[in-house]
């Protein structure tokens, strides 16, 4: 394939078919620069070529303007960076879904640890982390992704409410000697803050009240339950229990008589349909 340098610094190439194509000569610096310029006027998120922009002006001499061009494609290639690394982050937070999903928990651990290396926010590893120490009765440990947890969602009911159990058995002396009952009473408060529906919560408050001889405290809870699930039989049958440790014999009287009116009601309208 013969090849000959031509008098303006081109050179030609024969092709298999007998044409002969002409290779344009590199730009000059100048002419680069200017491309560059153009191209970024149009597509200013290059980043690429703004830091091949900030080059040819360090090889020019024009330290300023190399200076602001690099250091802005730094700025976008690191956002860029840090936009990969939490959706890799989301991957593996998947990944470790899946093992847990199939029981392969040591696996499990490893992904989502790994998904923490890569964004420390993500709060499907750090929920996901929290439930198999606490699982393992590793209540230190899960503590800490809860609370952590807390932090990036600090108004989210199911946090709170993982995190108000660790407390609970924190606070049991064949557990830990740390005293975290009342910690767990704030955060099981801050469930039904967030969500006053959550019947559960409104459960473990009322014994925590009634162990604390709080009596006011667990009376006002199950009250608030049954107004909050007017329709949910537990909610009376609970603050009926409660009415009686309380030695409230008349109200728990009142309420099983709610009771029985509200749910013999809704059974002969559910006979009439």
């Known amino acids: 394939m013969p090849m000959e340098e031509q008098s303006g610094g081109s ?10 194509t002409t290779a344009e000569p590199p730009l000059t610096v100048d002419e680069e620069t200017a491309e560059l310029e153009k191209l970024l006027s149009e597509e200013p998120d290059d980043f690429q070529a703004r830091c091949r922009l900030g080059e040819l002006y360090f090889n020019k001499g024009r330290m300023d303007e190399a200076l602001a061009e690099v250091k802005k494609s730094i700025e976008m290639a690191e956002a860029i960076r840090v936009e990969m690394d939490r959706s890799l982050a989301m991957y593996y937070s998947n990944l470790g879904t899946i093992y847990g999903t199939k029981g392969m928990l040591d696996e499990a651990t490893a992904q989502f640890k790994r998904a923490l290396e890569l ?3 993500d709060v499907l590893a750090l929920f996901n982390l929290g439930r198999l120490y606490n699982d393992k009765n590793e209540f230190l440990e899960a503590k800490d992704y809860f609370e952590r947890l807390i932090e990036i969602s600090p108004e989210d009911p199911i946090a709170w409410y993982n995190l108000a159990g660790v407390y609970e058995k924190l606070d049991d002396p064949q557990v830990s000697d740390f005293n975290t009952l009342d910690m767990a009473m704030q955060a099981f408060m801050k469930v039904l803050q967030f969500d006053p529906n959550h019947l559960e919560s409104s459960f473990k408050l009322m014994e925590i009240a009634l162990n604390l001889k709080k009596t006011d405290m667990a009376v006002k809870v199950m009250e608030d339950a ?3 699930n007017p329709d949910e039989p537990l909610a009376y049958y609970n603050l009926v229990n409660t009415y009686e440790k309380c030695k409230m014999f008349e109200q728990a009287e009142e309420t099983r008589n709610r009771l029985k ?5 809704r059974s002969r309208e559910t006979v009439k349909k």
């Open 11 to 20: 050179q030609t190439m024969e092709t298999q078919t007998g044409e002969v």
């Open 119 to 121: 964004n420390p926010y």
């Open 226 to 228: 049954v107004e909050n």
């Open 261 to 265: 009116d509200r749910f013999s009601k």
